[in-house]
């Protein structure tokens, strides 16, 4: 394999056209129409060809006009539809597109045996061939594709940029932005108008189907990733391009492991993507499977944790001396739980909370101290419970317990302070 | 554009724009000069006949595969209408492709030949099945919601099945033209053994709705109550969505994938307008998928250059605008009718209810009790500004009172009951103050205020409203038209 500029080209192509797609779809996810840039990149195939009907030239700019047009239309007719029929939104979607898509093919059909037409053109989309296209500007060469998609990011860049609070507050609160004046359907007709220019100038590039991708799947990872609308933009973008250039990277390597030159890179770009949105969806810190299963597993080990040093200190209590050993086993029964007591007691050790002696573990100083502040939370809890609640009964301890391991210092000082200062707990137990 | 060029551009143009498309798609490749032959031919009589008789047996077969595709898809569509899952056999339908491409690889390495319909069609049920997996994966387990679940494994399963295909054409071995059918479908060329295939599924699709009737409708209307009585819900969602995945699959190869999305969600769509008993649904849903397959490879057999898919999907969507005004269930024009209906009752009512009161207050004004013989009817222009009514609107209400024979016009223009117009303006009146006793009452309101409330509802009153409100009302006598709670307008002011 060898990189050429052709190979350079591509990537720069994917990566414009993929961020452009990107940006706007943030806007689809999070209103909730991820599937409108499926209808409406399958809709505007009937929009070039009318286009060209009334214009009669095949300029770009006609045929970006009629896409508009017709993506607008899309939206309109989808809206009607489920308002006029009392479909809902997927159904009118369904009905919509696939007749477009339908008329399109007809159109365009009318022609296949007189030019060499495959509706997969649209669908797959030449990247390959991009580069061999090219525009001279100031003496470079730059690929018709890599100009057209690169306006075309601008011009979102640019949408973005100026109408963000209107965005911002019509994607979130389309009712709360009607009441302070914006127009909710003007925006999402603007929305949907520079989908369908977006989609149109990706088309000859990527193919509808990478469009769908890149407007859907970006937006949808950065939505595992982030609660904050900007983060979500950048970092949306940012997977965008990586996933341009694992894609192509992908197409040329990955089949050479079982023997083939290369494949499709519209589609390695689509799967690379996928690839993307999978590890945010395992790993995202807050919202991934992973992610929520180690928060999960991290605040175990901390009850554990309490629970063994809770244990320590009420055993030494009852015997009423210090540095009383207690055997792994005898914790382990008690607790009720084996691999976490390990853990928790290997995390101990190592924060030097507890040591091992021949007998058994036993409580360090700072150990000490920081079982004496969780048995105080706890017996705070029951006074004020018992006291304040009148909440006395043995439920009172397995409420106690539970909240024990989230209480801090102010909360202490309150429960002091609502529980008017005791000494002992119900059980005449010693507050620390 | 002149009218004359019109006629031009159909029988030319549409080559032109398909192949401007194409040309700007591909950006250089101009020579579009050689198109201007392109244009739809009319089939003759002869051709007409053949096609309608299904006597020539290419057609035969692919007008009878159409439409048992259509009947299966309309049958299973109609439950993804009503479980509100529409898109989800879009998603479905572009997951297939990696298992179509993979099986077809698979084959090719393994038996030499990679075309076994069977082998493609279990590697597309098996990706079906995959992404429908994964979508509900990621709905249950993230943050995402069903559009951007069903976007994301949409996408991303065919940008996989396209880099996958990639390296299926590139294969030294095995033909793997063909494969694209999937794709585009290849409707006209369909072949005994697809509309066989075809059959048989259609066949057990309507084996399983008939069967499972009650659960599938029990399951669509209302899932929370089927699960409370114990029925497995998410079972029989699943064997739904199976049959819905088996027809998806059967009608790709057969027609291509957005033909099936289409079969799949027109039908069932255009349906709805008619009933809204499942029963009836069903039916007309697999009848009108039957039809649009049938009429569509018709006509895309008649004229040349048609593609017999998108004609199909065509047809469909003829019957679905057409049945969205003409539909008896929430059409359009139904809906239009509806209301001029009730517009014209509520015309009718106010009058009545408007002649009625100027009797009693004549009545009151003059202090003589209400003796309707006696009392002057009404003018025109006395009428007029007794409520925001347009002249011409009044007019021809009253017109329309006269000829129903409960209003008469007297020599000098005055309007008057006739018996059994009073008759029915008791009764309108009657509702009012119903409504309005009802209103002070009940609703605490102040009885200047209840006429406005009860002037729309009274419109709406029904007799079994009539007797519950009466029964809610104990000092009502029967029958009897009360005195208004309020002061009426008085003439002349």
Known sequence: MEWTFIDSWIIVTGILSAMSCALLGNYLVLRRMSMMGDAISHAVLPGLAIAFLISGSRDSLPMLVGAVGVGVLTAVLIQAIGKLSGLDQGASMGVIFTTLFALGLILIRQAADHVDLDPGCVLYGAIELTPLDVYTLFGWEIPRAAVTNGIMLLVNVLFVVFFFKELRITSFDPALATTMGFSAGLMHYVLMALVAATTIAAFESVGSILVIAMLIVPAATAHLLTDRLVAMLVISLVVAALAAVLGHVGAITIPAWIGFRDTSTAGMMAVAVGVLFLAAFLFAPRHGIIGRMVAQGLLTLRVNRDDILGMLYRVQELAGQRSLAVKTDDLRKALLTGGWVNLALADLLRTRKVRRTPEGVVLTESGLSSAANLIRSHRLWESYLCGQMGFCDAEAHYSAHQLEHVTDEAMQERLKSAANYPTLDPHRKAIP | ?493
């Not at chain 2, 899932?223 to 995945?245: E, I, K």
């Not at chain 2, 790709?252 to 809204?276: C, D, E, K, N």
């Not at chain 2, 002057?376 to 002249?391: A, F, I, K, N, Q």
């Open chain 2, 1 to 493: 554009m002149p009218g004359s060029s019109i006629k031009r551009i159909v029988s030319h143009g549409l080559g032109w724009v398909a192949a401007a498309a194409w040309v700007w798609l591909q950006s250089d490749l101009a020579h579009a000069g050689g198109l201007s032959d392109t244009g739809l031919q009319w089939p003759g009589w002869q051709e007409l006949l053949r096609v309608l008789t299904l006597s020539d047996y290419n057609t035969r077969v692919v007008i009878v595969g159409t439409a048992l595709l259509g009947l299966a898809a309309g049958l299973s569509g109609t439950f993804l209408i009503l479980r509100k899952r529409a898109l989800l056999s879009d998603t479905l339908s572009h997951a297939t492709l990696p298992g179509i491409a993979l099986a077809f690889i698979l084959m090719t390495v393994f038996f030499g030949d990679g075309k076994s319909l069977i082998g493609l069609i279990a590697g597309a049920a098996v990706f079906a099945v995959l992404g429908t997996g994964s979508v509900l994966l990621i709905e249950r387990y993230s943050r995402l919601k069903d559009d951007a679940a069903l976007g994301v494994v949409l996408s991303v399963y065919f940008g996989l099945g396209i880099a996958i295909m990639g390296i299926a054409t590139r294969m030294e071995t095995g033909n793997s033209a063909g494969l694209t059918s999937f794709i585009y479908g290849k409707t006209a060329s369909m072949l005994l053994s697809d509309a066989l295939l075809i059959a048989v599924t259609a066949f057990v699709a309507a084996l399983l709705c008939l069967l499972f009737f009650k659960e599938f409708s029990l399951v669509c209307f209302d899932a929370d109550f089927a699960l409370t009585q114990g029925w497995p819900v998410a079972r029989l969602d699943f064997f739904m969505m199976s049959l819905v995945v088996v027809v998806t699959v059967v009608g790709l190869q057969a027609v291509g994938l957005i033909l099936v999305v289409a079969l799949l969600i027109i039908p069932p769509s255009t349906a709805r307008f008619w009933s809204r008993r499942l029963s009836v649904m069903l039916a007309l849903s697999a009848g009108f998928g039957a039809l649009s397959g049938m009429l569509g490879a018709a006509i895309s057999a008649l004229m040349a250059n048609l593609p017999a898919g998108a004609v199909i999907v065509m047809t469909a969507s003829s019957l679905f605008f057409f049945s969205l005004v003409f539909g008896t269930n929430g059409g359009l024009l139904q809906m239009v009718l509806d209301r001029w209906r009730l517009g014209k009752k509520v015309m009718h009512e106010n009058l009545l209810r408007e002649l009625y009161e100027w009797q009693e207050i004549t009545a009151q004004q003059s202090g003589a009790a209400a003796d309707a013989a006696r009392i002057d009817g009404p003018r025109l222009e006395e009428l007029l500004p007794r409520r925001s009514w347009s002249v011409h609107g009044l007019q021809k209400g009253l017109r329309q009172l006269i000829r129903k024979g409960w209003l008469r016009l007297s020599a000098e223009d005055r309007y008057f009951f006739t018996p059994d117009g009073f008759l029915q303006a008791r009764a309108v009146v009657r509702k009012h103050r119903l409504w309005e006793a009802y209103l002070i009452a009940y609703a605490d309101t102040a009885p200047g205020q209840v006429d406005w409330g009860a002037d729309t509802i009274e419109h709406v009153i029904d007799e079994r409203i009539i007797a519950e409100l009466e029964a809610g009302l104990p000092d009502w006598t029967p029958k009897a038209v009360p005195e208004s709670p309020h002061e009426l307008i008085r003439i002349g002011v």
